[in-house]
């Protein structure tokens, strides 16, 4: 058990709505990254945070911004939904960042539907 | 471009054959390579990493720099492979860029 979780499970939003997605990182973990999974296809990374600050951002608009909290908790959020937003998002904790040896934790993801 | 590809969506082999999972990268720098499983109903994991050259339930993966490839292998395939298989590189801000994922069929 890897102790990252995420809420809700499952999402059902209208285009143009906004979201938050949460998740709860392994104690400890200073690094969470979320990714963005469509069918048929690997994550795709949009963001990390490391210690409350963004470390680094993959090729997704600002509409997607995220917060990590003192907690170990984060959230992603997304503005203005798009159809194409429909994906199964996933976080995932590791101890630091920046060493290649650290293992990354997934959660089990939320499923968002955009219609 | 930073690119991670697996060309099989699905591989379908017989339980005790060879499996050999294809994975190609494009990266300009030095690549660290992973690659993850996900088992029916559970979440991505780890499998090995290029780094630590380890063997992990059988699997081992070499990198072959001239080829651009990590594929994975494993002698003896048995049915508790079955599973989506990811193949990753780690770009020098430290995030996973995955390919697009081969589906592991082991049959009795």
């Known amino acids: 058990e890897t102790g990252v979780t995420q809420s809700p499970t499952h999402l059902i939003k209208t285009r143009g709505q906004q979201v938050t997605l949460r998740c709860s990182s392994q104690s400890g973990h200073n690094t969470v990254s979320w990714y963005q999974q469509a069918l048929g296809q690997g994550p795709q990374f949009i963001f990390q945070?490391?210690?409350?600050?963004?470390?680094g951002r993959g090729n997704f608009p600002p509409r997607f911004s995220g917060l990590q909290f003192p907690n170990y908790s984060s959230e992603l959020n997304v503005n203005a939904l798009e159809l194409d937003d429909s994906a199964l998002y996933l976080c995932?904790?590791?101890?630091?960042?920046?060493?290649?040896?650290?293992?990354?934790?997934f959660g089990p993801g939320t499923r968002l539907t955009v219609l | 471009a930073q690119r991670v590809t697996q060309p099989e969506k699905l591989l379908s082999v017989f339980k005790g054959a060879p499996v050999e999972l294809k994975c190609n990268y494009s990266?300009?720098?030095?690549?660290?390579l992973f690659w993850y499983v996900q088992y029916s109903r559970q979440r991505l994991q780890l499998l090995l990493r290029?780094?630590s050259r380890e063997s992990i339930k059988g699997f081992t993966a070499d990198l072959n720099k001239g080829e651009t490839s990590f594929h994975l292998k494993k002698p003896f395939a048995q049915e508790e492979d079955s599973a989506m298989y990811y193949c990753?590189?780690?770009?020098?801000?430290?995030?996973?860029?995955f390919g697009s994922g081969t589906r592991l069929l082991v049959r009795p």
């Open positions: 990753a590189l780690m770009d020098s801000s430290y995030k996973l860029i």
């Open positions: 995932a904790s590791s101890l630091e960042t920046g060493a290649i040896t650290d293992t990354q934790y």
């Open positions: 290029h780094i």
């Open positions: 945070y490391y210690r409350e600050e963004e470390n």
């Open positions: 990266y300009s720098g030095s690549p660290e």
